[in-house]
């Protein structure tokens, strides 16, 4: 006969891949942790994925935006509900398997799960606190408004998420915003739990190694290259389970050492636990690389968890009879420390970027720089200096040319055919008068032969009555010919 009973369903934390986000603290003035306050925010956010019409308007969520979306069938329902530690978690579902889960209360309570089911998916996210945070911050008076769930956890698809992100906007007043982790936070979290799996499992060293190894298995690193050549996006670094104890060892090594000043082979312990500093004298001294801005770690990998720096985590579950009496403690703690770091403020402060996330200082540049910058400055001089030689040459040019202009312009108005006639040394009545300068270009380049003085030669009278052979010019300017006299005494007529 098969059996009907309800499945236990797991913990909303575990086996599964979820994305991080920070938001702020939540304005609720009104009881928001209660169930029935829990439903009223179902209702809406159920109201709003199927669609309704809302005062003539369709407002809603269109699976056509997305691929994964459409294929997961038609709105089931969504659920709003207290989510507490993971013992509590089993134990309601237990109660539900046996027909009790009712009138189950939540003890610790943690944080909201938000299950949205349609036919062939289910898609989840959670608002995540710690209970003694919760029980802190209500406290405060100043905080009486306000619900303070530092972490967001969502595992949805685009369109879900955006919508769920725009409903916690608009009815909390919150704002949310991608949580983004560093190197220095990823090795804090690894170091984090590997102490806490060591001083939680037996007194026994020899088993709280194998423990450890059996939870943790094979640890990788992934290093990513931000400044490098797109071909080399991310190298992998993989710690055998069997080495791992070696590795650890070695860094307790080199964390004495940094503490006493003997550090040997010129490995740099770093800032961080025995396992970051056993990392980074490794890479230093097997890849020549130094973790930093310009190669910094940017997921860890381990058999208990694996957490990425774009803010995405899964925690594994391990078996039953690996997990040890530690594991549940250790991975507790490992979800208080990423509400941690959502809370703290010190992951955006200008000290904690300049010594993990700023590029890298610039060393005292080389021989072969120096003179290279010499060589170019030289150059760039040199090609100003032959543009301004080039800009005045073409100035000194120009002007040139109109001089030229000018001087064949005065030329030519002084070869008029008038202006010739007025300077003639042939015609005693065209003489011009001696108080006017001879500015001709000609008559000033032409040597001046000195002659015996002769006395002038009069005209002869006029006769009182003008013949029409003979008159006197009176207007040179209006002459169209002139008369001049042969030497037989007679006048010929000259045309001009």
Not at 43 to 63: A, C, N, Q, T
Not at 117 to 124: F, T, V
Not at 324 to 345: C, I, K, Q, S, Y
């Amino acid at each position: 006969m098969a059996d009907d009973s309800p499945v236990l369903l797991p913990y909303p934390l575990y086996q599964t891949t979820l994305t991080l986000h920070r938001l702020s603290p939540l304005y609720t003035p009104h009881l928001f942790l209660s169930d029935s306050a829990l439903a009223s925010h179902a209702r809406r956010f159920h109201d709003i994925l199927k669609g309704e019409v809302l005062r003539g308007v369709r407002v809603g969520l269109s699976s056509s935006n997305d691929e994964g979306l459409a294929r997961s069938g038609a709105l089931i329902g969504c659920t709003w509900r207290i989510l507490g530690s993971a013992d509590d978690w089993m134990e309601e579902q237990r109660a539900i398997q046996k027909g009790e889960g009712e009138g189950f209360t939540v003890k610790d309570r943690g944080g909201v799960y938000i299950d949205v089911s349609y036919e062939r998916a289910h898609y989840a996210a959670i608002l995540l606190s710690t209970p003694e945070r919760l029980s802190s911050y209500s406290q405060d008076p100043a905080n009486k408004d306000f619900t303070y769930l530092p972490l967001l956890l969502v595992r949805m698809p685009g369109p879900l998420r955006d919508t769920l992100i725009s409903y916690l906007n608009s009815t909390f007043d919150t704002r949310i915003s991608s949580l983004l982790i560093p190197t220095f936070s990823l090795f804090s979290s690894l170091e984090q739990y590997i102490t806490d799996l060591q001083s939680l499992t037996s007194n026994s060293a020899a088993a709280a190694q194998q423990i450890l190894t059996t939870v943790l298995r094979d640890i990788t690193l992934t290093l990513s290259f931000p400044t490098a050549m797109p071909s080399l996006r991310t190298l992998d670094i993989t710690i055998s389970r069997d080495d791992f104890p070696r590795l650890l060892s070695h860094g307790a090594a080199l964390c004495q050492g940094s503490t006493t000043g003997k550090v040997r082979d010129g490995a740099h312990a770093s800032a961080g636990g025995p396992l970051s500093s056993a990392i980074s004298a490794y890479v230093k001294q097997h890849l020549a690389l130094e973790l930093g801005p310009a190669a910094r770690v940017s997921k860890v990998a381990c058999g208990a968890f694996v957490l990425g720096g774009e803010g995405k985590v899964k925690i594994i579950v391990p078996k039953a009879e690996e997990g040890g009496e530690g594991w549940d403690v250790a991975t507790r703690r490992f979800l208080e420390g990423l509400v941690e770091m959502a809370v703290v403020e010190r992951l955006l402060t200008p000290t904690f970027v300049k010594q993990h996330l700023a590029p890298p200082a610039s060393k005292s540049p080389s021989l072969k720089m120096v003179f290279l910058s010499y060589l170019a400055t030289l150059i760039a001089s040199t090609c100003l200096a032959v543009t301004l030689i080039m800009i005045i040459s073409t100035i000194a040019l120009t002007i040139e040319m109109l001089l030229a202009a000018r001087l064949k312009y005065k030329r030519a108005l002084s070869l008029d055919p008038l202006k010739l006639l007025e300077r003639s040394t042939d015609n005693p009545y065209l003489l011009p008068p001696a108080s006017q300068p001879r500015s001709d270009d000609l008559m000033l380049t032409t040597p001046l032969i000195p002659l015996p003085f002769q006395p002038p030669v009069l005209p002869p009278t006029p006769p009182e009555t003008p013949s029409p052979e003979w008159r006197p010019i009176v207007h040179i300017a209006e002459a169209t010919h002139l008369w001049s006299r042969s030497l037989g005494g007679e006048y010929e007529k000259l045309e001009v």
